[in-house]
């Protein structure tokens, strides 16, 4: 690889981790669902999954972690080297430790076995190394091995240490699936994102209602309907039935639509130019879900009803943004 062209040396090592890739999914087995059991088990009872690693392998077991948590599977990292100062008090008997080291042999990671054991923690290892000291000390254990790392040298850890965190990866959704965690589970764990907020919030939290709203009855003339939604500020109104149901629904395109057909569009009944059966959400909706018909239908207003079919509100497409949900 020495001396290749920068663009083919990186396809080479993209080419060569995702074989790496390939080939330890190719491998995977009984094991792997060994691993999902303990760390299942763990969890059940209210315990943490402690991820500890040395060198590179450190900054793998802190995004393992850190990918655990955001899944519904509590887990701290803990660095081997502070561990025997201290550190060791925040491994509980109820806990796991989840191992990582490639070639097995770390001794800072080995010095600590024999003292987690002793805790009555179980152990998963993630190694390169199945027949190591860290992979017979283990309860389960999961083969990292690579053909070779990315690195021209094969020294960096590149191939092994992308293997180690797709396995991780892996753990984590194995584990989110067998305890039934939703996306609104992920919603309340990541309030302060964009993906947070969207999954949190509910179409009622973001529509306009009452005054906000032109409402119509279906006998109402284009003109009226005009004045309506000038006083409610609105680009839309809705056109209901005496018992509150949406009979249809009239925008700022449809008005557009009548004065370009109809010389005295004006003064056609708004029913004749609304559009029926439109889209729309219900109020106990997530915003997510509502977000994703503006992005189906490239709509501006998006009316809301209740269980009934009843009208009770309209999300305007220009208070998204203060939602911060798109």
């Known amino acids: 690889m020495i001396g290749m062209d920068s663009l083919e040396l990186a396809k080479a090592c993209l080419e060569l981790e995702a074989r790496c890739l390939l080939d330890t999914r190719d491998r995977l087995g009984d094991e792997f669902r060994q691993a999902v059991a303990i760390l299942l088990d763990v969890l059940r009872k209210d315990g943490t999954i402690v991820t500890t690693g040395v060198g590179k392998s450190l900054h793998i077991a802190q995004k393992i972690s850190a990918t655990l948590s955001s899944t519904g599977s509590p887990s701290v990292v803990l660095h081997p080297s502070q561990a025997t100062h201290g550190d060791l008090g925040i491994v509980r008997p109820k806990d796991a430790l989840l191992a990582l080291s490639y070639s097995g042999e770390s001794d800072e990671l080995l010095d600590i076995l024999p003292l987690v054991k002793r805790i009555g923690v179980r152990i998963v290892a993630i190694t390169g190394q199945p027949e190591g000291t860290l992979a017979r000390a283990s309860d389960a254990m999961l083969n990292a091995s690579v053909e070779r790392e990315a690195c021209p040298f094969n020294m960096a850890p590149t191939s092994s240490t992308t293997v180690a965190l797709a ?69 839309s109104a809705g056109i209901v039935g005496d018992n509150g149901v949406l009979l249809g629904f009239f925008t700022d395109g449809d008005l557009r639509r009548s004065l370009t057909l109809h010389r005295n569009a004006l003064d056609l009944p708004v029913a004749q130019c609304m559009t029926r059966s439109p889209v729309v959400v219900r109020e106990d909706q997530l915003a997510v879900e509502a977000l994703a018909v503006f992005e189906k239908h490239r709509i501006d207003d998006l009316p809301v009803v209740d269980e009934n079919g009843r009208w009770t509100g309209t999300i305007d497409s220009q208070d998204l943004p203060r939602f911060k949900i798109v």
């Open 167 to 235: 396995l991780g990866d892996a753990l984590a959704m194995a584990l989110l699936n067998a305890q039934g965690f939703r996306k609104e589970d992920y919603a309340k764990l990541h309030p302060g994102g964009a993906i947070g907020r969207a999954l949190l919030l509910r179409v009622s939290d973001i529509m306009r209602v009452s005054g906000q709203l032109a409402r119509l009855d279906e006998h109402a003339l284009v003109r009226d309907a005009i004045a309506a939604m000038s006083a409610a500020r609105s680009g």
